[in-house]
C-alpha cells in the first residue's frame, strides 16, 4: 500500500540531491487504466525497428533488445521525481539518419553515432547539473531555431517519400499509410473533429489514443489491399531479443572500438541541433504539467527541467554504451503525456497522482515488449507506424519552426536554411541560418530587429503537441 500524502504536498519520495526516487506501490499507486493503455501503445515504440534494421545493419532481435533497454529507461523519470511520459526526441530522427549515412556501413557508423549520443548526453547532464539550460537556449537566435525545427520537419517527410532511402517507405504502402495518415491528421489536427469530440465518449476515447486507432486500423487495411501480410503468431509467449548479439556486434562492450576525437568534434553541430529540439520539449512539459496543476489542488507537483536534463542526459549516455539509438532519449512523449494530464484533471478518483499515472502508463509499453503476441500483431504494420510517426512529426515541426520565427526575414532564412539541412545535414543547416542571420541583421539592435515585416500569424508562443514515442 503506498504512502499517502498530505492534502497539498508533494508526492512521497526519498531525496537523492537533485532527484527524488519513488517507487510503486510505496510511494505512488498503480493506475492499470494506463497501464493496460501502455500495452497497446508499444506499437510507436516499436516503430522505430525498421530504421535500426535499415540504417545499422541490425537484425529484427536486436533492434528489439534496443528498444527494451531504451524502454527501460523510460522509467527513469518517474523514478526519479520527473512525472513525466518521455519519449523519443523524434524530430531530430531524420536529422540524424542523415548524419549517420554520412559515414560508411558498419563499424564507422557506428563509432559516429556512439560519439554523437555520448556527447549529447554529457552536453545535457552539465546543462542540467550548472543550470544553465535557458541561458543556453537564449543565445540562439529565433531564426536559427526556426530553421533548425523547419529542416527537421522537411527531413522528417523525405526520409518517407525520398526513394532509396533503405526503409520500406510510402511506395511499399501507398493505400495503407494514405489512408491511415489521413485518419490520423484527423484525430490529431482537425478542427472539426475538436468540435465534436466531446459531444461522445467514444469519440472522446478516440481522441485519447493518439495515432493508435490509425495504426490498429492498419493491422487490417495493409493485408486487404496486399501491401502487407497479416500477423504470424507463433506458439510462444515471450519475445526473444538478442541482448549478446547487440554488445558483441553494435557497443563498445564488444567489437566496436572507441570513437576518436574527430567524431566528437564532427558531431557537435549535430548535437546542438538535438538539443534545440530537445529544448523545445522540456519547455512544452512544463506548460502542460502547469496547466494540469491548475484542476488539482490536492497535489503539489515539483517539475524541475534541471533534474529532467540530468535524467535524459544520462540516458543518453547509458544508450551511448549499452545500446546507440537513433531515436534517442528524449524527455516528453507529447500526445501521451496529454492523455495523461487529461485523465490526472478529472481528480483522484481518475488518477490519484500524476507521477502514478505516468509511471503505469510507461509500466504498461515495457510489459509489451516482452509479449510475443502483441509484438506479432504490430510486427507487419512496423513500417506504417514509422511512417506515419514521421509525417505526423514533419507536420507539427513545420508548424512549430514557423511560429518560433518572429518575422518575414526569419522565415525566409529558416525556409533557405532548413532545405539546406534537410539536403546537406545538421552542419551545413547550421551554417546557412547562422550566415544569412549575419547578413540580414548584422549591426541591427536587437530591439529594432522585428519593428518590421510582422507575420500575421498569431504569435509565436502557442503550445503544440506532437505524436511520438
Known amino acids: 500500500m503506498s504512502i499517502k500524502r498530505q492534502y497539498g504536498s508533494e508526492q512521497p519520495g526519498i531525496p537523492l540531491g537533485p532527484l527524488r526516487m519513488r517507487l510503486p506501490f510505496i510511494h505512488y499507486n498503480f493506475e492499470f487504466a494506463d497501464?493496460?493503455?501502455?500495452?497497446?501503445?508499444?506499437?510507436?515504440?516499436?516503430?522505430?525497428?525498421?530504421?535500426?534494421?535499415?540504417?545499422?545493419?541490425?537484425?529484427?532481435?536486436?533492434?528489439?533488445?534496443?528498444?527494451?533497454?531504451n524502454g527501460t529507461l523510460y522509467l527513469a523519470h518517474v523514478t526519479f521525481g520527473d512525472p513525466v511520459v518521455p519519449g523519443w526526441v523524434t524530430p531530430a530522427i531524420p536529422l540524424l539518419i542523415a548524419y549517420v549515412e554520412?559515414?560508411?556501413?558498419?563499424?564507422?557508423?557506428?563509432?559516429?553515432?556512439?560519439?554523437?549520443?555520448?556527447?549529447?548526453?554529457?552536453?545535457?547532464?552539465?546543462?542540467?547539473?550548472?543550470g544553465l539550460a535557458k541561458r543556453v537556449i537564449s543565445?540562439?537566435?529565433?531564426?536559427?531555431?526556426?530553421?533548425?525545427?523547419?529542416?527537421?520537419?522537411?527531413?522528417?517527410?523525405?526520409?518517407?517519400?525520398?526513394?532509396?532511402?533503405?526503409?520500406?517507405?510510402?511506395?511499399?504502402?501507398?493505400?495503407?499509410?494514405?489512408?491511415?495518415?489521413?485518419?490520423?491528421?484527423?484525430l490529431l489536427f482537425s478542427s472539426h473533429f475538436k468540435g465534436v469530440r466531446n459531444k461522445s465518449k467514444i469519440l472522446l476515447t478516440l481522441s485519447n489514443l493518439g495515432m493508435m486507432p490509425a495504426l490498429a486500423l492498419a493491422i487490417f487495411i495493409g493485408p486487404l489491399f496486399g501491401e502487407i501480410p497479416w500477423p504470424h503468431y507463433e506458439a510462444v509467449i515471450f519475445t526473444r531479443p538478442d541482448f549478446a548479439g547487440l554488445w558483441r556486434d553494435f557497443t563498445l562492450l564488444g567489437n566496436i572500438p572507441f570513437p576518436s576525437a574527430k567524431l566528437f568534434l564532427t558531431s557537435i553541430p549535430m548535437v546542438l541541433s538535438a538539443y534545440i529540439v530537445i529544448f523545445g520539449d522540456v519547455i512544452q512539459t512544463q506548460a502542460l504539467i502547469e496547466d494540469a496543476q491548475k484542476y488539482r489542488k490536492?497535489?503539489?507537483?515539483?517539475?524541475?527541467?534541471?533534474?529532467?536534463?540530468?535524467?535524459?542526459?544520462?540516458?543518453?549516455?547509458?544508450?551511448?554504451?549499452?545500446?546507440?539509438?537513433?531515436?534517442?532519449?528524449g524527455p516528453l512523449w507529447a500526445a501521451m503525456q496529454v492523455v495523461c494530464c487529461d485523465r490526472y484533471?478529472?481528480?483522484?478518483?481518475?488518477?490519484?497522482?500524476?507521477?502514478?499515472?505516468?509511471?503505469?502508463?510507461?509500466?504498461?509499453?515495457?510489459?509489451?515488449?516482452?509479449?510475443?503476441?502483441?509484438?506479432?500483431?504490430?510486427?507487419?504494420?512496423?513500417?506504417?507506424g514509422l511512417a506515419s510517426t514521421m509525417l505526423v512529426q514533419g507536420y507539427v515541426s513545420v508548424r512549430i519552426g514557423v511560429l518560433k520565427s518572429r518575422s518575414f526575414n526569419d522565415l525566409g532564412i529558416a525556409g533557405v536554411a532548413g532545405a539546406v539541412l534537410a539536403?546537406?545535414?545538421?552542419?551545413?543547416?547550421?551554417?546557412?541560418?547562422?550566415?544569412?542571420?549575419?547578413?540580414?541583421?548584422?549591426?541591427?539592435?536587437?530591439?529594432?530587429?522585428?519593428?518590421?515585416?510582422e507575420p500575421s500569424f498569431p504569435g509565436n508562443r502557442i503550445t503544440v503537441t506532437s505524436e511520438e514515442d
Open 345 to 384: 484533471k478529472n481528480g483522484p478518483e481518475a488518477m490519484d497522482s500524476l507521477t502514478g499515472g505516468a509511471a503505469s502508463f510507461r509500466f504498461g509499453t515495457w510489459t509489451g515488449y516482452f509479449l510475443a503476441p502483441v509484438t506479432a500483431t504490430v510486427k507487419p504494420i512496423l513500417g506504417v
Open 102 to 130: 554520412t559515414f560508411a556501413p558498419g563499424v564507422e557508423r557506428m563509432q559516429a553515432l556512439i560519439a554523437f549520443q555520448m556527447l549529447f548526453g554529457a552536453f545535457c547532464i552539465f546543462i542540467g547539473a550548472s
Open 35 to 69: 497501464y493496460l493503455q501502455g500495452i497497446l501503445m508499444c506499437t510507436v515504440c516499436l516503430a522505430i525497428i525498421p530504421v535500426l534494421t535499415a540504417k545499422l545493419g541490425m537484425s529484427y532481435e536486436v533492434a528489439l533488445a534496443i528498444v527494451i533497454i
Open 298 to 329: 490536492d497535489e503539489a507537483i515539483n517539475y524541475s527541467p534541471d533534474r529532467a536534463h540530468i535524467i535524459f542526459g544520462a540516458r543518453n549516455a547509458f544508450m551511448s554504451v549499452a545500446g546507440p539509438d537513433i531515436s534517442m532519449c
Open 139 to 186: 543565445l540562439i537566435p529565433n531564426a536559427v531555431q526556426s530553421a533548425i525545427l523547419i529542416g527537421a520537419g522537411f527531413s522528417a517527410v523525405m526520409l518517407i517519400f525520398k526513394p532509396g532511402q533503405g526503409l520500406k517507405s510510402f511506395d511499399a504502402y501507398p493505400w495503407t499509410i494514405t489512408i491511415c495518415i489521413g485518419i490520423a491528421f484527423y
Open 423 to 453: 539536403t546537406r545535414g545538421a552542419a551545413w543547416g547550421l551554417a546557412a541560418a547562422i550566415i544569412l542571420s549575419a547578413l540580414i541583421y548584422l549591426g541591427t539592435p536587437k530591439e529594432e530587429a522585428y519593428m518590421e515585416e
